[in-house]
Structure formats: structure tokens, C-alpha cells
């Protein structure tokens, strides 16, 4: 089986409206719940041979601290057609992965991460969360039949789980409120 895990970015900072969009950092909301989810993600077992993700600077900062809740550095990739894109476009760049990659983590923005989820998934209870809201540093985690990333195609894939920061342990979310994230 291969897999898919599809991360929006976290929450980013509007203070400074001089700023082009892909310029934009995170927030501190943002940088907490990007960390909580990679140690959501390290708890989960998740592993990833290769990570796609754009190049903006909310992505960039999103992975940083991800990689620091999961304990492990992600070593992404960034793919400058992944700003912005369609569900098209990412389906056309995940469809270029090498079949012989098991597991992928595409971190992006939406509203094209929550389209493909909404696309690769068959028809279930845990995709009505998804159609709903796909909330900055949410996790999408699709299980896929172990074909070739190009033979890619709708409804495919099963929805594994879907992990939003607000679901995390409010435990978890007040103890790091107060450190320097």
C-alpha cells in the first residue's frame, strides 16, 4: 500500500501588509500547531520517503517546525508549481513520483490540498470533515492501492485519518503556549 499524507501550512501572519503572500511567516498560533502536528504525526508512526512542497515562506516555516514536534528533520523538496495550484496541478506532480516511493507528504495550501483529498477518497464518513473545512496545519492522511503514483486517479484512496490542530490534546496545546515557538 502507498500512501499520501496532505499537510496545509500553519496559520500565517497578516501583521505586515507590505508583505507579497508568498511571503508571509507564521503566526505563533500557526508554529505551535505545526509542531504539535509533527509530534501528532511522530505518535501516529507516520514516515515519508519523499516530501513535496512549496516553496513559500509559511510552507518553509510550517515544515521547520514540524520537523521539530516529529524529531526528525523532513528534508522536503520544494516544487514552485505547488503555490497556488489546482487539484490539477498536484495531481500532475504527484503523478511524476517515482513508483518505487511508498510514502508521501505534500505540504501545500489550500483550497487545492483540500479538493485532491476530496478527489483521491472514496465516498466516506471521515471525508464529510474534509468537504467541511481543511484548517491551516491539518493533516490528510490517505491510504492508496500500491500502483504506480501514475496510475493516480479519483476515488482510489481511503481516508485514514484526518488530524485538525484544534483536535489535538488541549493539554498538549497549553503546556506549549508559553514557550518560544
Same mark, same amino acid.
Do not use: I, M
Given at each position: 500500500m502507498k500512501t499520501l499524507a496532505l499537510l496545509r501550512h500553519g496559520k500565517s501572519n497578516w501583521d505586515d501588509t507590505s508583505l507579497r503572500d508568498f511571503d508571509r511567516p507564521l503566526n505563533k498560533r500557526g508554529r505551535m500547531a505545526s509542531e504539535l502536528m509533527g509530534a501528532e504525526m511522530k505518535r501516529r508512526g507516520l514516515v515519508f520517503d519523499v516530501v513535496l512542497a512549496s516553496p513559500a515562506e509559511r !510552507?518553509?516555516?510550517?515544515?521547520?517546525?514540524?520537523?521539530? =514536534?516529529?524529531?526528525? #528533520?523532513l528534508r522536503p523538496r520544494f516544487v514552485p508549481e505547488i503555490y497556488e495550484a489546482s487539484c490539477a496541478i498536484l495531481c500532475t506532480i504527484l503523478r511524476s513520483v517515482g513508483n518505487d516511493v511508498g510514502h508521501v507528504l505534500m505540504v501545500g495550501h489550500n483550497p487545492g490540498l483540500q479538493q485532491l483529498a476530496c478527489l483521491l477518497v472514496k465516498d466516506d464518513a471521515l471525508l464529510r470533515s474534509v468537504e467541511m473545512a481543511f484548517p491551516t496545519a491539518a493533516l490528510a492522511y490517505l491510504e492508496l492501492p500500491d !500502483?504506480?503514483?501514475?496510475?493516480?486517479?479519483?476515488?482510489? =484512496?481511503?481516508?485514514? #485519518?484526518?488530524?485538525?490542530?484544534?483536535?489535538?490534546?488541549?493539554?498538549?496545546?497549553?503546556?506549549?503556549?508559553?514557550?518560544?515557538l
Open positions: !510552507v518553509r516555516e510550517t515544515l521547520a517546525h514540524v520537523a521539530s =514536534g516529529y524529531g526528525q #528533520a !500502483v504506480g503514483w501514475d496510475k493516480l486517479a479519483a476515488g482510489v =484512496g481511503h481516508l485514514a #485519518a484526518f488530524v485538525a490542530p484544534r483536535t489535538l490534546s488541549p493539554v498538549a496545546v497549553e503546556s506549549r503556549a508559553g514557550e518560544n
